[in-house]
């Protein structure tokens, strides 16, 4: 298995109480671009890659998807899936995005957030989602954005009291592997240029339809530190399909 720190017990305790984790996609800043993205899910045939607690998952399943199956590499995250989020429509599977191989044309829509920037080659898993999406089907996905992820340790750059000063972004084209500081632990994280990001998918064989850097959600702006979400994108989101012949 590819590496996993949402098995550690300290930094899975720390993820669970982040806002996302317990309120859900309401305390997910971008989840109203994401949602605007996604296809109409009614009868739709669905798979959440690194699906966490499964909030996409639940999502999809009550706007009337067919079926839904989200895969994680993290035991414990699919444990509190299966807790928070179960319904019969959905089932959670323990599996690395680099490692799937399912059938063609298995899916309408293959879906993914937050999880791509923890995958070291992009390349083969946009192979397999194109692979696995039947025509006319789409690629939703968000990633941390490369200005926030270029320089590594994902941290402002403060004043002698504390206060952000500035985003360092440094090393931008430098793609590979980075040291990230996120809920008082170190994290693993694989950053890559957005021309890699949309090449990619273009060489895999998808259009891209929609490529969006989201603001924070308005209703959002009263929480602590979003305000300076403002000041430099930190999520990338891309709507990709596979076109009909």
């Keep these: 298995m590819k590496e996993n720190h949402y098995d550690d017990q300290t930094f899975f305790e720390q993820y669970s109480h982040f806002p996302r984790s317990v309120e859900g996609l309401s305390a997910a800043g971008e989840w109203h671009e994401l949602r605007r993205m996604l296809p109409a899910l009614a009868g739709k045939r669905v798979l959440d890659l690194g699906c966490g607690f499964g909030w996409h998952c639940k999502y999809a399943a009550d706007q009337g998807a067919a079926s839904v199956l989200g895969t994680d590499l993290s035991e414990k995250m699919l444990a509190g899936a299966r807790e928070r989020n179960a319904d019969p429509r959905i089932q959670y599977r323990r599996m690395a995005m680099e490692e799937m191989d399912f059938a063609p044309g298995s899916f309408d829509l ?12 992009f390349a083969p898993v946009c192979r397999a989602v194109y692979d696995c999406l039947a025509e006319g089907g789409s690629f939703v996905f968000s990633c941390e954005h490369p200005v926030f992820t270029a320089e590594g340790s994902q941290e402002w750059c403060c004043d002698g009291e504390g206060n952000p000063r500035h985003w360092p972004v440094d090393r931008y084209f430098d793609e590979g592997r980075r040291t990230a500081h996120f809920l008082g632990c170190e994290v693993t994280k694989y950053h890559r240029t957005l021309t890699s990001y949309l090449n990619t998918l273009l060489q895999a064989g998808f259009a891209i339809k929609e490529v969006v850097e989201p603001r924070p959600d308005p209703r959002l702006m009263e929480v602590p530190g979003m305000a300076d979400e403002l000041r430099r994108p930190m999520m990338l989101l891309v709507r990709a399909e ?4």
């Excluded at 596979?242 to 012949?245: D, N, P, S, V």
């Design 110 to 121: 293959v879906l993914s957030s937050l999880a791509l920037h923890y995958v070291e080659d």
């Design 242 to 245: 596979r076109e009909k012949k």
